[in-house]
Antibody, heavy 121, light 107 residues
Framework: QVQLQESGPGVVKPSETLSLICTVS????????WSWIRQPPGKGLEWIGY???????NYNPSLKSRVTISVDMSKNQFSLRLSSVTAADTAVYYC???????????????WGQGIMVTVSS | DIQMTQSPSSLSASVGDRVTITCRAS??????LNWYQQKPGKAPKFLIS???ALQSGVPSRFSGSGSGTDFTLTISSLQPEDFATYYC?????????FGHGTKVEIK
């Protein structure tokens, strides 16, 4: 059974870069659409982007200029970097495995437990 | 971006009640619609894909329907463990987007 676990700093200073790692256990990181999703306190879910095992990335245009998602196959990990953060980036960040059916429909399953990141000086 | 609008934003119901949540897309998304359940302090849990396909292990009291722009999630007989927030999500086109959620509370 595949499990995901986020790790990284809980506090990031404004204008700095948020860096998180998601460790995948119980399965290979090859294939799938390895994704990051965030949820500001008390609010809904926002898809940040994905890295597909072919090397393809796809980012939410609202964050595209600041986001990088990459994969380290040797460690079975993928990571998120979000630059120039502001208080608006304060959120719970989830990593998730994205799957796709034969008709191109994608879904997220499973998810990591989430990590709260606060942007504050 | 495709906007996903859920209604109601919250509802109060009793154990045993039939509950229906609506999700509307700002444009046609065929059946590229997923549903998730989120309990407080937990990650979302995947429930339904392709608008109506229940995932393995999800109780049969959950059902989904719809196509195009209008979708529903129905819980036929609400159980104590079903009190949570439910989100719809479209994967018709990126950026993939979620509804704002429907919180199901105990009456």
């Amino acid at each position: 059974q595949v499990q995901l676990q986020e790790s990284g700093p809980g506090v990031v200073k404004p204008s700095e870069t948020l860096s998180l790692i998601c460790t995948v256990s119980g399965g290979s990181i090859s294939s799938y659409y390895w994704s990051w999703i965030r949820q500001p306190p008390g609010k809904g879910l926002e898809w940040i982007g994905y890295f597909y095992s072919s090397g393809t990335t796809n980012y939410n245009p609202s964050l595209k200029s600041r986001v990088t998602i990459s994969v380290d196959m040797s460690k079975n990990q993928f990571s998120l970097r979000l630059s120039s953060v502001t208080a608006a980036d304060t959120a719970v960040y989830y990593c998730a495995r994205g799957r796709r059916n034969d008709y191109g429909l994608n879904w997220f399953d499973p998810w990591g437990q989430g990590i709260m990141v606060t942007v504050s000086s | 971006d495709i906007q996903m609008t859920q209604s109601p934003s919250s509802l109060s119901a009793s154990v045993g009640d039939r509950v229906t949540i609506t999700c509307r897309a700002s444009q046609s998304i065929s059946n590229y619609l997923n549903w998730y359940q989120q309990k407080p302090g937990k990650a979302p849990k995947f429930l339904i894909s392709v608008a109506s396909a229940l995932q393995s292990g999800v109780p049969s009291r959950f059902s989904g329907s719809g196509s195009g722009t209008d979708f529903t999630l129905t819980i036929s007989s609400l159980q104590p463990e079903d009190f949570a927030t439910y989100y719809c999500q479209q994967s018709y086109s990126t950026p993939w987007t979620f509804g704002h959620g429907t919180k199901v509370e105990i009456k």
